[in-house]
């Protein structure tokens, strides 16, 4: 079955830089590929997504790319702000079917 | 996207007892998840409930601790049957999309405390 490794478990920045975190997955035959954004008390928000036929998806300040011959996917959010501290979790899944999570990035962004 | 109510938000329960933790969709959707998430850690899926068909469960989860129903295809409920302290966890249901939507959506979760 699907394996997703997720690093680092912790990031610390400061407030205007960038932070990038970066997910591998075992199984070839995955298409989609979420992020999700967990803050404290809430369940998880997806905040961008990518297929498997697309190599790289940007939302302001947020953005994806996909390897697939790497199998890894990654994270950016650029320019960052105090309130994107949360946890964020990557998934892997194969359309229309479960998502499985990797282990989870805690972010946090210092003034 | 789908919105998902669930309720209980919270509850803090007895061991040996169970709870039912309800999910309410605003769309028909084919199929609900259900995810524990234990504390400080990541989502796991429990199992997988199709309307009209029993609830497909994932290795290490079974049918008579996390009996699961699903009588439409807005609405389904977990049990956590028999509980102890180890079944202390963030219970989250999820579905995908709904309406066309492209992701899957969570609910808010229920945060459960067994003493």
């Known amino acids: 079955g699907e394996n997703v490794e997720q690093h680092p478990s912790t990031l610390s920045v400061q407030e205007g830089d960038s932070a990038v975190i970066k997910c591998t997955y075992s199984?070839?035959?995955?298409?989609?590929f979420p992020w999700y954004k967990q803050e404290l008390g809430k369940g998880p928000q997806l905040i961008i997504d990518i297929r498997s036929n697309v190599g790289e998806k940007k939302d302001q300040r947020i953005a994806v790319t996909l390897n697939k011959t790497a199998k890894h996917f990654s994270l950016h959010i650029t320019e960052t702000q105090p309130e994107d501290s949360a946890v964020y979790f990557c998934a892997a899944s194969l359309r229309t079917d479960k998502l499985i999570f990797g282990t989870g990035t805690r972010l946090q962004v210092f003034p | 996207s789908a919105v998902i109510s669930q309720k209980p938000s919270r509850d803090i329960c007895q061991r040996g007892t169970s709870l039912t933790i309800q999910c309410q969709v605003d769309?028909?959707?084919?199929?609900m998840f259900w995810y524990r998430q234990q504390p400080g850690q990541s989502l796991t899926l429990i199992a997988t409930a199709n309307q009209g068909s029993e609830a497909t469960y994932e290795s290490g989860f079974v049918i008579d601790k996390f009996p699961i129903s699903r009588p439409n295809l807005t609405f389904s409920t977990l049990t956590v049957s028999n509980m102890s302290p180890e079944d202390s966890s963030i219970y989250l249901c999820s579905v995908e999309g709904g309406q066309g939507s492209f992701g899957y959506t969570f609910g808010s979760g229920t945060r459960l405390t067994v003493v």
């Open positions: 769309s028909q959707v084919t199929m």
């Open positions: 199984d070839s035959a995955s298409n989609y």
